[in-house]
């Protein structure tokens, strides 16, 4: 049988696990791998925001798979992924320009929850 799901339909739960995957990774490295201080702080803050980013996406698609619901999921994994993985890869010893994706990781997080809140409110 034909798959008839949009092919971004397949991404956004496939990189949402993987948000899921960098936060116990990145955890568990700053628990037991990371010795500078600062470096933990970033792994520590990248975890916390990806985990429960990830749990979102999927209640959000399990509440509700529409089209408008997982433009606000992208937004939130795209989001969450440049977040977390810049502050991972300073974690690691990246240039310090790595830091710019940061806040645009964190506005498209404001931005998919912002996206959600109207979503839901015309529900």
């Known amino acids: 049988m034909a798959n008839l799901q949009p092919a971004g339909a397949r991404w ?3 990189l949402a696990a993987l948000n899921g995957l960098l936060a116990v990774g990145v955890g568990a490295m700053a628990a037991h791998a990371l010795t500078d201080p600062q470096a933990k702080a970033w792994a520590t803050t990248a975890a916390a925001y990806q ?16 089209r408008a619901v997982r433009g606000g999921a992208w937004a939130l994994t795209l989001g969450t992924l440049l977040f977390g993985l810049s502050l991972d890869a300073l974690a690691l010893g990246a240039p310090r320009s790595v830091a710019l994706f940061a806040p645009v990781g964190g506005s498209l997080m404001l931005g998919g929850w912002a996206w959600l809140i109207w979503v839901a409110a015309r529900r």
């Open 12 to 14: 956004l739960p496939t």
């Open 51 to 66: 985990l429960p980013h990830a749990i979102a996406v999927f209640a959000l698609l399990a509440w509700r798979d529409s």
